[in-house]
């Protein structure tokens, strides 16, 4: 596609439960950027790739989530041990220049 | 869908009228600004930019006022239309490692009225 694809769309877990989050950026951008936005709220960074490489991943909120970009392309976000707190949307973008394209989210529930 | 407008400042206009819609951004070293559109249930969308070294550039109905002296930042949107209704982020950003990282600010929710 030509967009930033996000995937699932919406994702139900029990609290505990570990999710996967998936993004697929725009073919050959370079930056891939994963986002949280809660209700009401702005989206808050959470971690950054170059390529492969996880160069900022200072706004993970814990030790339980984890991101992961192995061949450079798609992107996966896992939180382990979900908390009612994780609840969220999770936004990823991906850009070449200055100019971040977004998809439309994850949307999480934890219950 | 849900709205993200939820708990944000609101901006009500009619539909015709000229909006503008505020940010006030906290890094003095951002050397690039970006408005955001946020309809519901999607992801932001790019509106305008505008580097550090300029103070106005226009686009399509839509202007950014840049004022590095308060830091703050306006968009101006012209007739505005019902289909502009969504919530509006600014986002400040500076180059790391290559890269240009989007800082979002709290968000306004524009609501025009036909």
């Known amino acids: 596609g030509a967009g930033v694809s996000q995937s699932p769309r919406y994702k139900v877990a029990k609290r505990g439960q570990d999710v996967a989050l998936r993004c697929d950026p725009i073919s050959g951008h370079v930056s891939l950027f994963w986002y949280q936005q809660a209700l009401g709220q702005g989206p808050e960074f959470l971690t950054y790739?170059?390529?492969?490489?996880?160069?900022?991943k200072s706004g993970l909120p814990s030790d339980r989530f984890f991101a992961e970009r192995p061949e450079g392309s798609v992107s996966t976000l896992k939180i382990q041990r979900t908390q009612q707190e994780d609840s969220a949307v999770y936004l990823c973008?991906?850009?070449?220049?200055?100019?971040?394209?977004f998809g439309q989210g994850t949307r999480l529930t934890v219950v | 869908g849900e709205s993200v407008g939820l708990h944000l400042p609101t901006l009500s206009v009619q539909e015709g009228d000229n909006s503008i819609i505020n940010c006030a951004y906290s890094n003095s070293a951002s050397d690039y600004f970006i408005w955001y559109k946020q309809e519901s249930g999607k992801g932001p969308q790019f509106i305008i930019d505008?580097?550090?070294?300029?103070d106005k550039r226009q686009g399509q109905r839509v202007t950014v006022l840049l004022n590095k002296t308060v830091k703050h930042l306006s968009l101006q949107i012209a007739a505005t239309q019902p289909g502009d209704s969504a919530v509006y982020f600014c986002?400040?950003?500076?180059?790391?490692?290559?890269?240009?990282?989007?800082?979002f600010g709290r968000g306004t929710s524009l609501i025009v009225h036909p």
């Open positions: 986002a400040e950003t500076s180059a790391s490692g290559g890269s240009y990282i989007p800082t």
């Open positions: 790739f170059q390529n492969e490489a996880q160069l900022d």
């Open positions: 973008a991906s850009s070449l220049l200055q100019e971040a394209f």
């Open positions: 505008i580097r550090s070294n300029m």
